[in-house]
């Protein structure tokens, strides 16, 4: 079990064949661990796969959805589809084969893969852990810095640096021959001794799990410090929308809307949402990361399969749950995906004499138009049976609406 990144972390056999000794008799798992685990990878590693595609398809076809915060998921999607396809299901090979099966091309690019994965995920999770802090307690410095083009750029730099981090495993991985007395097996392993790669995986340890946490931990705690202990600041580009109606006996009734109490409840909303993800990472990669950490300092590794099997299923599961959590925690994302796959029911159309098409956005927080907490609701094909007896001059100019007999009512509408 040596073939990449999780396999690596069980044995140092490239020492133990360096002097033409066999490894003794070798044994195939089990057909229960087999069976066990190809199902527990495919499972796992099929949500996840169909889940971040779908996160990705959402954002990218949906307007509304194009906000800074939803760009850094989509960085991390596709990050966490690289390390389901890479790191999983190369392990439902070796499960069947008991080898590596992919060459020497293939154990070069899956293990890069699978690096720039696991490093872009935790820079995108530390990424948007920022953002939310910028937004929320320096809502003025939001408005220049939580920009959408700015994330694109963010994301961009991110790739770009961990690409270029990752190419050192094109020249520290290779494949090796493990020669049993037995049967002869070929591995995706280290290239020089086991000993030479600590100082990478502490600096891993340090860089995109540490690191990360402390600063999230720092991060949410001020971010809570503001949500809970303090009132939410208002946004200054908020106006509060007055409505004035006509009504029988020449009375006249003003209602105000303001957004401030949407704003609240949508910035909680992401900031729960994206604090789950956090959680779930920092616990997820607890095990793997502990073992890299045990295995530096002793003299035989400890490489218990059923607790290898343990720590790969939390890393694929990391990176498969975060659609779920966003499907849970967020309307917006769960009206999407509900758009996407076609579930929601379809409205027959209305007769155009009792329709009211409204399209409204009541936050606008940057100065391009976007904002980390983007909101948009749409009505459409709202029928009431006082629409159409609204007088056209009390709707806005880009609302439609159409009626056959106006006349006045006594409702109060509030937008």
């Given amino acids: 079990m040596d073939n ?14 360096q002097d033409n000794q066999t490894l003794g008799m070798w044994t195939d798992y089990s057909i229960e661990y087999k069976v066990a685990s190809i199902f527990l990878v495919s499972l796992i590693c099929g949500v996840g796969i169909v889940g971040n595609v779908m996160v990705i398809m959402v954002v990218l076809t949906t307007k509304h959805m ?10 991390l999607a596709v990050a966490d589809l690289m390390v389901l396809t890479a790191a ?15 060459g020497y091309v293939g154990c070069l690019g899956i293990t890069y893969f699978q690096y720039l994965g696991i490093n872009a995920s935790s820079c995108s999770i530390t990424a948007f852990t920022v953002e939310r802090y910028i937004a929320i307690c320096h809502p003025i410095k939001a408005q220049f810095l939580c920009t959408l083009s700015r994330a694109k750029k963010i994301i961009i730099v991110v790739w770009a640096l961990t690409s270029v981090y990752c190419v050192m495993w094109f020249f520290l991985s290779d494949t090796k021959e493990l020669v049993y007395d037995n049967v002869v097996l070929v591995t995706c392993a280290y290239k020089v001794s086991r000993n030479y790669y600590l100082p990478i995986y502490f600096t891993d340890f340090a860089v995109f799990y540490v690191l990360p946490l402390m600063l999230a931990t720092i991060l949410y ?17 908020e106006k509060t929308k007055k409505w004035k109606k006509e009504m029988q006996g020449g009375r006249i009734i003003t209602s105000t809307n303001t957004s401030s109490s949407t704003t609240a409840a949508s910035r909680r909303q992401v900031t729960k949402m994206l604090a789950v993800v956090v959680v779930l990472f920092a616990l997820l990669w607890m095990p793997y990361r502990t073992l890299v950490v045990v295995n530096s300092f002793l003299h035989t590794v400890y490489q218990d399969a059923n607790f290898l099997l343990f720590c790969r299923l939390c890393i694929y599961l990391n990176s498969a749950i975060n659609p779920v959590i966003y ?5 917006k994302f769960r009206a999407a995906f509900k758009k ?12 155009a004499s009792c329709s009211v ?14 904002s980390p907490d983007h909101f948009t609701t749409e009505m459409d094909e709202l029928a009431r049976p006082t629409d159409h007896f609204l007088p ?3 709707l806005p100019a880009n609302h439609k609406m159409s009626y056959e007999e106006p006349q006045l009512s006594s409702s109060v509408v509030k937008a």
């Fill in 221 to 237: 705690g001020l971010i809570a410090k503001i949500l809970i202990l303090n009132p939410l600041p208002s946004d200054p580009k």
């Fill in 88 to 102: 999983g299901l190369p392990n439902i090979s070796e499960a069947v084969y008991g080898e590596w099966v992919y």
């Fill in 66 to 75: 194009r906000t800074p915060t939803n760009c850094y998921l989509v960085s």
């Fill in 392 to 394: 056209r001059s009390i």
């Fill in 340 to 351: 996407l796959c076609h579930c929601g029911a379809r409205r027959a159309p209305k007769p």
């Fill in 357 to 370: 098409q409204l399209t409204y956005s009541v936050i606008k927080e940057t100065s391009n138009g976007e």
């Fill in 327 to 331: 499907n849970a925690m967020s309307q």
């Fill in 4 to 17: 990449i990144t999780l396999d690596n972390i069980a044995a140092d056999n490239d020492t133990l064949v």
